[in-house]
């Protein structure tokens, strides 16, 4: 079955370190990942979108890698502020033009001063 | 753009009670999307619409949830008759046809008790 995986466990980092998160997923042929954020009693905000041609994508601090042989991407945040503190959520689309997402659980991202 | 608006924003009510979500998408947008969140399942498509017209409805899970989105301004997710289970924050989400990006809008946290 379709399945992406997030690490579940919350990633803790110090103040202007870089973060690092992962998106694996399996059984999907995607044509594009997406990155969501999510602060507590909010909905997603939409981060950046990468697509399967495309190795890496920048915009700012984050970058988003899609390595479509490992089905993995990996989400950076560079010289992370508190202000980064939130859970970070990858989304493929099922199939091909559907409009569907299936979401990952996320990862708890905190940043301390 | 005020953005997605949901209403209400909390809801209380007792099992057997019919609950219904108000959702008002971005102006010109035509994909409209129900989505439920729970810390166990974590954020599940239930339907969308294109153009008014639900496309999928897969991911409602029983003939208690219904949605109608009767002009492209507006829609509704309806539970008859609610039960605890029933207890999560639902999120409604659109998106123009040309981009990938969904917009989410602030959720209803439901609680059946």
């Known amino acids: 079955s379709q399945k992406i995986e997030q690490n579940s466990e919350a990633l803790n980092i110090q103040e202007g370190k870089t973060a690092t998160l992962t998106c694996n997923y399996t059984?999907?042929?995607?044509?594009?990942l997406q990155w969501y954020r999510q602060d507590p009693g909010r909905g997603p905000v939409f981060l950046l979108l990468?697509?399967?041609?495309?190795k890496e994508k920048r915009k700012e601090r984050l970058k988003v890698t899609f390595d479509t042989t490992l089905k993995q991407s990996l989400f950076h945040i560079t010289a992370s502020q508190p202000a980064d503190s939130a859970t970070y959520l990858c989304?493929?689309?099922?199939?091909?033009?559907?409009?569907?997402?299936?979401f990952g659980q996320g990862t708890t991202l905190q940043v301390k001063p | 753009d005020a953005g997605v608006i949901q209403s209400p924003r909390h809801e209380v009510t007792e099992m057997g009670q019919e609950v219904t979500l108000r959702c008002k998408p971005i102006?010109?947008?035509?994909?409209l999307f129900w989505y439920r969140q729970t810390m166990m399942r974590g954020l599940e498509l239930l339907i969308y619409?294109?153009?008014?017209?639900?496309?999928?409805d897969s991911g409602m899970p029983e003939d208690r949830f219904s949605a109608k989105m009767p002009n492209a301004s507006f829609s509704t997710l309806k539970i008859q008759p609610s039960e605890p289970r029933d207890s999560a924050v639902y999120f409604c989400?659109?998106?123009?046809?040309?981009?990938?990006?969904?917009?989410f809008g602030p959720g209803t946290r439901l609680t059946v008790t």
């Open positions: 989400a659109s998106r123009t046809a040309l981009a990938y990006e969904q917009y």
């Open positions: 619409f294109n153009n008014n017209v639900p496309i999928d």
């Open positions: 059984n999907y042929s995607p044509a594009y």
């Open positions: 102006s010109g947008h035509n994909s």
């Open positions: 990468i697509r399967e041609n495309e």
């Open positions: 989304a493929l689309e099922r199939g091909r033009n559907t409009g569907k997402l299936i």
